[in-house]
Protein backbone atom coordinates (compact mmCIF):
# COMPACT_ATOMS: atom_id res chain seq x y z
CA UNK A 1 0.00 0.00 0.00
CA UNK A 2 1.47 3.93 -0.65
CA UNK A 3 0.06 7.11 0.00
CA UNK A 4 0.48 10.53 -0.16
CA UNK A 5 0.23 13.40 2.11
CA UNK A 6 0.30 17.01 0.86
CA UNK A 7 0.40 19.58 3.49
CA UNK A 8 -1.52 22.69 2.46
CA UNK A 9 -3.46 22.49 -0.13
CA UNK A 10 -2.76 26.38 -0.78
CA UNK A 11 0.44 28.27 -0.47
CA UNK A 12 1.04 31.68 -1.41
CA UNK A 13 4.64 33.18 -1.00
CA UNK A 14 5.98 36.98 -1.95
CA UNK A 15 8.06 36.77 -5.67
CA UNK A 16 11.71 35.96 -4.60
CA UNK A 17 10.56 34.44 -1.44
CA UNK A 18 11.69 30.32 -0.57
CA UNK A 19 9.00 27.98 -2.10
CA UNK A 20 8.32 25.28 -0.03
CA UNK A 21 5.77 22.55 -0.73
CA UNK A 22 5.54 19.24 1.85
CA UNK A 23 5.24 16.47 0.97
CA UNK A 24 4.90 12.97 2.86
CA UNK A 25 4.92 9.34 1.87
CA UNK A 26 4.20 6.13 2.64
CA UNK A 27 5.08 3.09 1.09
CA UNK A 28 5.57 -0.73 1.98
CA UNK A 29 8.68 -1.02 -0.45
CA UNK A 30 11.38 1.58 -1.49
CA UNK A 31 9.39 4.20 -3.40
CA UNK A 32 10.10 6.19 -6.72
CA UNK A 33 8.94 9.71 -5.90
CA UNK A 34 7.67 12.33 -8.32
CA UNK A 35 6.80 16.24 -7.94
CA UNK A 36 4.24 17.05 -10.94
CA UNK A 37 3.09 20.84 -12.16
CA UNK A 38 0.16 21.55 -13.66
CA UNK A 39 -0.38 25.13 -15.11
CA UNK A 40 -4.09 26.35 -15.59
CA UNK A 41 -5.52 24.74 -18.42
CA UNK A 42 -2.82 22.06 -19.42
CA UNK A 43 -1.98 18.93 -18.07
CA UNK A 44 0.70 17.78 -15.67
CA UNK A 45 4.03 17.79 -16.38
CA UNK A 46 7.13 16.04 -14.17
CA UNK A 47 9.31 19.11 -12.65
CA UNK A 48 11.57 15.79 -10.81
CA UNK A 49 11.68 12.44 -10.06
CA UNK A 50 13.60 10.66 -7.12
CA UNK A 51 14.28 6.59 -8.09
CA UNK A 52 16.59 5.40 -5.32
CA UNK A 53 19.74 7.46 -6.59
CA UNK A 54 21.04 10.63 -5.26
CA UNK A 55 18.14 11.80 -2.71
CA UNK A 56 18.96 15.57 -3.49
CA UNK A 57 17.05 15.62 -7.25
CA UNK A 58 17.46 18.47 -9.16
CA UNK A 59 14.68 19.24 -11.32
CA UNK A 60 13.21 21.90 -13.92
CA UNK A 61 12.85 25.73 -13.43
CA UNK A 62 15.19 25.54 -10.56
CA UNK A 63 12.86 23.37 -8.18
CA UNK A 64 14.87 20.37 -6.17
CA UNK A 65 13.27 17.97 -3.51
CA UNK A 66 15.02 15.91 -0.90
CA UNK A 67 14.70 12.48 0.28
CA UNK A 68 14.50 11.71 3.46
CA UNK A 69 13.85 8.33 4.35
CA UNK A 70 13.97 8.76 8.32
CA UNK A 71 11.22 11.34 7.93
CA UNK A 72 9.12 9.32 4.82
CA UNK A 73 9.09 13.32 3.06
CA UNK A 74 10.28 14.52 0.03
CA UNK A 75 9.68 18.18 0.06
CA UNK A 76 9.36 20.58 -2.93
CA UNK A 77 11.78 24.08 -2.55
CA UNK A 78 13.27 26.54 -5.06
CA UNK A 79 15.09 28.98 -3.14
CA UNK A 80 13.34 32.19 -4.65
CA UNK A 81 9.67 32.23 -6.35
CA UNK A 82 8.87 33.62 -9.74
CA UNK A 83 5.90 34.81 -10.94
CA UNK A 84 5.68 31.91 -13.43
CA UNK A 85 5.81 29.90 -10.85
CA UNK A 86 2.32 30.00 -10.22
CA UNK A 87 0.67 26.55 -10.78
CA UNK A 88 -0.70 23.57 -8.95
CA UNK A 89 1.56 21.20 -7.30
CA UNK A 90 1.54 17.33 -7.67
CA UNK A 91 3.34 14.81 -4.81
CA UNK A 92 3.49 11.18 -6.16
CA UNK A 93 4.53 7.69 -5.39
CA UNK A 94 4.75 4.63 -6.68
CA UNK A 95 6.51 1.27 -6.33
CA UNK A 96 7.92 0.96 -9.51
CA UNK A 97 8.74 3.29 -12.41
CA UNK A 98 5.08 4.74 -13.54
CA UNK A 99 3.08 1.63 -12.54
CA UNK A 100 0.11 2.31 -9.89
CA UNK A 101 1.20 6.03 -9.32
CA UNK A 102 -0.61 7.60 -6.35
CA UNK A 103 -0.69 11.48 -6.22
CA UNK A 104 -1.65 13.98 -3.44
CA UNK A 105 -4.33 15.94 -3.60
CA UNK A 106 -1.83 19.14 -4.35
CA UNK A 107 -0.95 22.30 -3.46
CA UNK A 108 -1.92 25.75 -5.14
CA UNK A 109 1.22 27.89 -4.94
CA UNK A 110 0.35 31.68 -5.00
CA UNK A 111 3.22 33.87 -6.05
CA UNK A 112 2.25 37.62 -4.91
CA UNK A 113 4.17 39.99 -6.72
CA UNK B 1 8.64 16.21 -26.51
CA UNK B 2 5.80 13.71 -25.59
CA UNK B 3 2.36 15.28 -25.66
CA UNK B 4 -0.62 13.96 -24.93
CA UNK B 5 -3.60 15.19 -26.26
CA UNK B 6 -6.84 15.29 -24.75
CA UNK B 7 -10.47 16.28 -26.00
CA UNK B 8 -13.05 17.81 -25.08
CA UNK B 9 -11.83 19.78 -22.59
CA UNK B 10 -14.92 20.62 -21.27
CA UNK B 11 -18.52 18.87 -21.67
CA UNK B 12 -21.43 19.44 -20.10
CA UNK B 13 -24.47 17.17 -20.95
CA UNK B 14 -27.47 15.61 -19.68
CA UNK B 15 -28.51 13.07 -17.07
CA UNK B 16 -28.96 9.82 -18.79
CA UNK B 17 -26.58 11.06 -22.31
CA UNK B 18 -22.94 9.53 -22.76
CA UNK B 19 -19.95 11.26 -22.95
CA UNK B 20 -17.10 10.60 -24.97
CA UNK B 21 -13.24 11.44 -23.96
CA UNK B 22 -10.39 11.05 -26.17
CA UNK B 23 -6.67 10.64 -25.81
CA UNK B 24 -4.04 10.83 -28.39
CA UNK B 25 -0.26 10.34 -27.90
CA UNK B 26 1.54 12.29 -30.25
CA UNK B 27 4.95 11.47 -31.77
CA UNK B 28 4.99 8.30 -29.95
CA UNK B 29 3.32 4.93 -29.10
CA UNK B 30 1.47 4.46 -26.04
CA UNK B 31 0.82 0.93 -25.30
CA UNK B 32 -0.64 1.58 -22.39
CA UNK B 33 -3.03 4.69 -21.08
CA UNK B 34 -3.59 5.49 -17.71
CA UNK B 35 -7.07 6.98 -16.96
CA UNK B 36 -7.96 9.09 -13.53
CA UNK B 37 -11.06 10.95 -12.06
CA UNK B 38 -10.50 13.76 -9.78
CA UNK B 39 -12.84 15.34 -7.35
CA UNK B 40 -12.56 18.79 -6.59
CA UNK B 41 -10.07 19.16 -3.32
CA UNK B 42 -8.94 15.55 -4.04
CA UNK B 43 -6.23 13.69 -5.24
CA UNK B 44 -5.87 11.82 -8.86
CA UNK B 45 -7.74 8.51 -8.57
CA UNK B 46 -6.73 6.09 -10.99
CA UNK B 47 -9.74 4.58 -12.76
CA UNK B 48 -8.26 2.20 -15.22
CA UNK B 49 -5.21 1.05 -17.32
CA UNK B 50 -5.95 0.56 -20.87
CA UNK B 51 -3.57 -1.58 -23.19
CA UNK B 52 -3.87 -1.38 -26.33
CA UNK B 53 -5.52 -4.53 -28.26
CA UNK B 54 -7.06 -5.83 -25.05
CA UNK B 55 -8.92 -5.43 -22.49
CA UNK B 56 -8.81 -2.60 -19.63
CA UNK B 57 -7.75 -3.20 -16.35
CA UNK B 58 -10.43 -1.31 -13.95
CA UNK B 59 -9.24 -0.24 -10.31
CA UNK B 60 -11.34 -1.57 -7.30
CA UNK B 61 -15.14 0.04 -7.15
CA UNK B 62 -14.60 1.14 -10.45
CA UNK B 63 -17.96 0.02 -13.18
CA UNK B 64 -16.46 -1.17 -16.01
CA UNK B 65 -19.85 -1.13 -17.83
CA UNK B 66 -20.12 2.56 -16.66
CA UNK B 67 -16.68 3.78 -18.17
CA UNK B 68 -16.06 2.05 -21.22
CA UNK B 69 -12.71 2.23 -22.43
CA UNK B 70 -11.22 1.48 -26.02
CA UNK B 71 -7.64 1.15 -26.40
CA UNK B 72 -8.21 0.05 -30.44
CA UNK B 73 -4.90 1.86 -31.49
CA UNK B 74 -1.24 2.49 -30.11
CA UNK B 75 -2.07 6.07 -30.55
CA UNK B 76 -5.64 6.16 -29.13
CA UNK B 77 -7.10 5.20 -26.32
CA UNK B 78 -11.07 6.19 -25.22
CA UNK B 79 -13.02 6.53 -22.15
CA UNK B 80 -16.99 6.75 -22.38
CA UNK B 81 -19.13 7.86 -19.47
CA UNK B 82 -22.21 5.55 -20.51
CA UNK B 83 -25.70 6.97 -18.66
CA UNK B 84 -24.05 10.41 -17.11
CA UNK B 85 -25.57 10.74 -13.87
CA UNK B 86 -24.77 14.34 -11.65
CA UNK B 87 -22.42 11.76 -9.52
CA UNK B 88 -20.11 11.40 -12.43
CA UNK B 89 -19.64 15.02 -12.69
CA UNK B 90 -15.66 15.33 -11.91
CA UNK B 91 -12.45 15.80 -13.89
CA UNK B 92 -10.97 12.68 -15.81
CA UNK B 93 -7.10 12.97 -16.96
CA UNK B 94 -5.35 10.47 -19.00
CA UNK B 95 -1.53 9.69 -19.30
CA UNK B 96 0.55 7.66 -21.17
CA UNK B 97 4.31 6.39 -19.66
CA UNK B 98 6.85 7.62 -22.64
CA UNK B 99 8.38 5.43 -24.68
CA UNK B 100 11.98 5.91 -23.58
CA UNK B 101 11.77 7.05 -20.06
CA UNK B 102 9.94 4.32 -18.18
CA UNK B 103 9.33 6.61 -14.78
CA UNK B 104 8.12 9.65 -16.87
CA UNK B 105 4.18 10.23 -17.47
CA UNK B 106 2.59 12.57 -19.99
CA UNK B 107 -1.08 13.61 -19.33
CA UNK B 108 -3.54 15.41 -21.28
CA UNK B 109 -4.73 18.23 -20.17
CA UNK B 110 -7.91 16.46 -18.61
CA UNK B 111 -11.67 16.94 -19.40
CA UNK B 112 -14.22 18.46 -17.03
CA UNK B 113 -16.96 16.80 -17.07
CA UNK B 114 -20.24 18.76 -15.90
CA UNK B 115 -23.58 16.29 -15.92
CA UNK B 116 -27.15 17.96 -15.10
Known amino acids: AQSVTQLGSHVSVSEGALVLLRCNYSSSVPPYLFWYVQYPNQGLQLLLK??????LVKGINGFEAEFKKSETSFHLTKPSAHMSDAAEYFCAVSSGGYQKVTFGTGTKLQVIP | GAVVSQHPSWVICKSGTSVKIECRSLDFQATTMFWYRQFPKQSLMLMATSNEGSKATYEQGVEKDKFLINHASLTLSTLTVTSAHPEDSSFYIC????????????FGSGTQLSVL
Open chain 1, 50 to 55: YTSAAT
Open chain 2, 95 to 106: SAPGSRDNEKLF
